[in-house]
């Protein structure tokens, strides 16, 4: 019997080495032990909305790939901070990106990949859109049907048979906010399918442009069902819109006057940009503001300084104690004080979108890394504790069959039978 014990005593103690030595060897010099999902830092959380709101309309479900276009460090419901940067401003949106306009560096974020209801930010897709497609000279006679929208929404003021310059429209549409100017748009961009042609193709650009947590139902971004956006399609919307010539002079454009409509209307009126951005931040290159019930404040806006230029968007926000466009400010002068580099993914090119992404690794170090947790290729210590765990029991099992010729078959049957 005490043989026995020795045995047992000398297998373990060789099952207990094996453990330990093989994973030590098979570790790579300087690598570091992945540290398992559960133990990654939570995210720091995205400002929770400040009063009740209405429920909102119910997202698709969510496919993985979607919320890593580009980069992994964006797939995060809180907050993605470039390593080392300056915490961000305190602000109520519930999600929003700062990012490089030219570089498409995203610079920071909080829930950039999250869904949210556009408002009239809905407005600069109907843009990206359209734009190209109309010539800003051709008059149009605005139809009863162009007239049909939300009672006490925003609107420019057109007249039922009036006659307005299409840039006369644009201008509308993004100084004031213009439903009425969106209808009319929406019709002349749709070809003979009109609005619906124009909702149609306003999808199709948010495909082509890697928006892909984006749905227009309405060309105005008044609320519809199942429409919907994120800070990140946002932000690759408005830079598709600040790469035109046409849009940047029209979002800059601080008043312009509506043409008479005589018998009507004998002198016409004079409407002024609605985003104060434009008046009262230094480098201002404009923007787009929106609002609605549900959705909140949602806003967009952009600026330059030593020749870069940023982009902000950001949704679900209160309008107290900063106003949308001064959260926007704040998170422009926090992204204007990052250096050059900083980075904590990209916007995608157009097109690029469309295909699975290949999520970007953020530089090690940072709130990018800490927060999103994704999980890391464990298999140099996977595969050796299993080889020796493989090994120690081989070990166990040769003891346990000495233990049982020693004892004999019948000492074992008894055992059994009972």
Known sequence: ?????????????????????????????????????????APIPCPAPAVKRSPKPTPPPT??????????????????TPPGAAAPPAITATSWVVADLDTGQVLGGCGPHEHAVPASTQKL???????????????ITVTRK????????????????????????WLGLLLNSGNDAANVLARLGGGDAGVAGTIAAMNEKARELGARQTRAVTPSGLDGPGQYTSAYDLALIARACFAEEAFRRYTLTRQTKIPAQPPRDKSGF???NENQLVFRYRGALGGKTGFTTLARHSYVGAAERDGRRLVVTLLGAEARPLRGWQQGAALLDWGFGLPT??????LVD???????????????GGQAAAQVGEPTDDSWVRRPVMLALAAALGVIALVLAALAARRGPRHIGRRRAR
């Open 270 to 272: 004079q409407i002024q």
């Open 146 to 169: 162009d007239l049909d929208f939300e009672p006490g929404s925003s609107a420019v003021g057109l007249l039922e048979g009036g006659k307005y310059p299409v840039e006369t429209l």
């Open 350 to 364: 157009p097109g690029a979108g469309t295909a699975t992404p290949t999520p970007a690794d953020p530089e090690p």
């Open 1 to 41: 019997m005490n043989a026995a014990r020795r045995i047992l005593r000398c297998g373990l103690a060789s099952a207990a080495g094996i453990l330990l030595a093989f994973p030590i060897s098979a570790i790579p010099p300087n690598a570091a032990a992945p540290v398992p999902a559960h133990a990654a830092a």
């Open 341 to 346: 580099d900083a980075s904590v993914g990209n």
């Open 63 to 80: 496919d993985p790939r979607d919320r890593e276009v580009g980069g992994a460090a964006l797939a995060t419901p809180g907050l993605v």
């Open 125 to 139: 897709l109907l843009a990206a859109t359209v734009l190209p497609k109309l010539d800003p000279k051709q008059v």
